[in-house]
């Protein structure tokens, strides 16, 4: 289970191979979800893929191995760290790129706007098209992250809709809970922030639907100045006057690109 | 439930999730934003006040008050609790 916590995956992606039949007999007991093999049956159930099936297709995906292990590496720091949280955020000396979207980057927008929950503003899920279509109208903002660690690739995403003169929209935020903790949705809305206000726009609106699991995105919202500004039936439209000083980033971050 | 009895049962909640003494918390005016500008409290902090809040009064704020307005001020989220609690 502290496998599970620590790459952040659920326990049906675990599986336990042991020549002990004690063992396997009392994992298989406590945690049903996982898949418990005999070392003699290892190679005939990677041979017939199931849970072994081929990984994303994503780079992001097919580095998932090393990122997990680099995840690992910063945990083991910050445990070891002394002087607080932000003083540890600091010393990692991560930089943010954030910028437009590019064509190339599609699979994995639509993989991460399908995977986020916890730091997804919505519990509508968009498929493919809808991505692609944000995309196309150029209304899509990427982050990359990147620290002493090594790269995370691509972890957020904003979509915007800019059709309206007056206000800017996001219609969704979604960052990779990997990257939990360190700032990145606070800085992916301050960066739209500021794009809004140099293209002339008055205020920022951001779609909030719960799903649950994402109330975090909705105290964000508060704490970055964001009030409600209707309710339209299970999503909340906040909003943002740009008028006036703006929240600012992340002390730890070093934003990139523009 | 009372306004004042909900705030003598928010403080100690409050000074637990801000890491502050309890009297500094006593002594917080009532219209004191909770998030922007005022008590500070983050996406993180926030998180933890609002399950204690649900521990303390049974009351999911969040699944509630969607656009968490209650969260405006103490006052706001005193007045909030003591008309569900």
Redesign the interface.
Known sequence: MRIAETLNVGLDAVAFVDEDPFERAEVAHLLPEVLVLAVADLESALAAGGRFAAGPPTGEGRRRAAMYRDEERRRQAEAGFAGGRAAFLRWCAMRLEIGPAAAAELDRLVELGERTHRLNSTATRHGRDEVARWLAAGGLVRARLADRFGDSGLIGMVAVDRSAAADWEVELLAVSCRVD?RGVPAALLRWTMDAARAAGAAGLRAR?R?NGRN??????L????F??AG?EA?T?V?RRSLTGPL?AYPEWLEIAGG | MSPADVRARLEPLLAAVLERDHGEVTAFPASLPLLAGGLGLDSLTGMRLLAAIDREFGVDVAADDLGLDCLETIDTLTRYLADRA
Not at chain 1, 222 to 225: E, N, P, V, W
């Open positions: 903790g909030y719960p109330v975090r995105l909705a105290l964000l508060r704490q970055l100045g009030e409600r309710t299970e909340v906040f929240p």
